[in-house]
């Protein structure tokens, strides 16, 4: 899986060496999933009996703007977003999403099988959520207006995507 994020999303001015997996089209993921014996120390193995496989924290892309209608991200890491993902906007990624703002488009984390992923942002009002081969949506009544007081977290828990308002600390509040 090689990122070909639409020229606007990134800047054009970042040098190569801030995003060198966006630049060296031939070095990104054509070898990802194999084990690389000088990187075996930094990812876990694979857990057999559910295909899940964690991803090693120096595989995530920050992405310091909104996406809008038609930009699509696909990352095999983590992905984290300082902005809005609007509807019509796609994020795909092998490990967790972190929106710093409203996740309004389409989210798919722990695109590989990782149903450990999480999607996660200040707002979750997603047109679809998916979590591994899990998938929700925001329901029908919700509220676009009303300021948000706690981050969200979707997450799959008992073979189904649950979301959750999270309060400082990380204590939870409430299950919708």
């Given at each position: 899986?090689?990122?070909?994020?639409?020229?606007?999303?990134l800047?054009?001015?970042?040098?190569p060496?801030?995003?060198?997996?966006l630049?060296n089209?031939?070095?990104?993921?054509k070898?990802?999933?194999k084990?690389?014996?000088?990187?075996?120390?930094?990812?876990?193995?694979i857990n057999?009996?559910?295909?899940?496989?964690?991803?090693?924290?120096?595989?995530?892309?920050l992405?310091?703007?909104?996406?809008r209608?038609g930009?699509s991200?696909?990352?095999p890491?983590?992905?984290?977003i300082?902005?809005?993902?609007?509807?019509?906007a796609?994020?795909v990624?092998?490990?967790?999403?972190l929106?710093?703002g409203?996740l309004?488009g389409?989210?798919?984390?722990?695109a590989?099988g990782n149903?450990?992923?999480i999607?996660?942002?200040?707002?979750?009002?997603?047109?679809?959520?998916r979590i591994?081969?899990?998938?929700?949506?925001?329901?029908?009544?919700a509220?676009?207006?009303?300021?948000?007081?706690?981050?969200?977290v979707a997450?799959?828990?008992?073979?189904k995507?649950?979301?959750?308002?999270?309060?400082?600390?990380?204590?939870?509040?409430?299950t919708?």
């Open positions: 899986m090689q990122l070909t994020p639409p020229s606007e999303i800047r054009h001015d970042k040098p060496e801030i995003y060198p997996h630049y089209k031939g070095s990104q993921s070898d990802f999933g084990k690389d014996p000088q990187k075996a120390d930094k990812a876990s193995h057999d009996d559910i295909g899940e496989v964690e991803i090693p924290s120096d595989m995530t892309i992405i310091q703007r909104t996406l209608s930009q991200i696909r990352y890491g983590h992905v984290v300082l902005g809005d993902v609007n509807p019509g796609e994020v990624a092998g490990g967790n999403i929106v710093f409203t309004r389409i989210a798919h984390a722990g590989h149903t450990k992923a999607v996660a942002a200040f707002k979750l009002n997603p047109t679809q959520v591994a081969g899990y998938i929700t949506r925001a329901p029908d009544n509220e676009d207006d009303c300021v948000f007081q706690h981050p969200e997450r799959v828990y008992d073979g995507v649950v979301i959750e308002k999270l309060s400082m600390g990380g204590n939870k509040v409430s919708q």
